[in-house]
C-alpha cells in the first residue's frame, strides 16, 4: 500500500508539473528551452544514478565471489574432514570386528575339540561296557548257511 501512495504522489508531481508548465505566462519557445534543459537535467541525474546503481551492485557482487568462495572451501574441508573421521571409525570398526570373529574362532574350536574327545571317550567307555558284559563265546560247531542255499539235513536222533 505504501508503494502505491508513492507512486500516485510522483505521478501526480509530475502532471503537476507539466501542466504548470504548459499553463505558465512564457512563449511556447521559452517554455520548450526551459522543457527541454530540465529534461537535460533530469536525464543526467537518472543516467549518474543508474552508473551508481551498477557500480553499487559491481561492488557488492565483488565481495560476494571472495565470501562465497570462502565459504564454499570452509564447506568443502568440514566434508573432508567428516569423511576422514567416518573412514577412521570404519577401519575400526572393521578391526574390531576381526577381532571379535578370531576370538569366537578360537572358542568354536577349542568346543568342538572337547566336544570330539567326550564323544570319544563316550564311545570307549560304551565299547569296553559291551565287552564287558558279554559272555565269551565258543565257535559254531557247524557253518551257518546264511545264503539259505543249503537243503536240511536230517536229524540222527530224531529221524527226521
Wanted: aromatic residues 4%.
Amino acid at each position: 500500500m505504501g508503494q502505491k501512495l508513492l507512486g500516485g504522489f510522483i505521478v501526480g508531481g509530475i502532471v503537476g508539473a507539466v501542466a504548470g508548465i504548459l499553463y505558465a505566462p512564457r512563449s511556447g519557445a521559452e517554455t520548450r528551452a526551459l522543457l527541454a534543459d530540465k529534461v537535460d537535467e533530469y536525464w543526467g541525474e537518472g543516467r549518474d544514478l543508474y552508473e551508481r546503481g551498477v557500480q553499487n551492485m559491481n561492488d557488492r557482487a565483488a565481495d560476494f565471489v571472495p565470501a562465497a568462495a570462502m565459504k564454499s572451501d570452509e564447506l568443502r574441508e568440514k566434508i573432508d574432514a567428516a569423511r576422514e573421521r567416518i573412514a577412521t571409525q570404519v577401519a575400526k570398526n572393521a578391526a574390531a570386528a576381526c577381532d571379535t570373529m578370531a576370538d569366537a574362532e578360537d572358542v568354536v574350536v577349542d568346543a568342538a575339540v572337547n566336544v570330539g574327545a567326550a564323544a570319544y571317550d563316550h564311545v570307549e567307555a560304551a565299547v569296553a561296557g559291551v565287552a564287558a558284559a558279554t559272555p565269551p563265546t565258543e565257535p559254531a560247531a557247524e557253518p551257518v548257511d546264511t545264503k539259505g542255499d543249503a537243503a536240511p539235513q536230517a536229524d540222527p536222533e530224531s529221524g527226521r
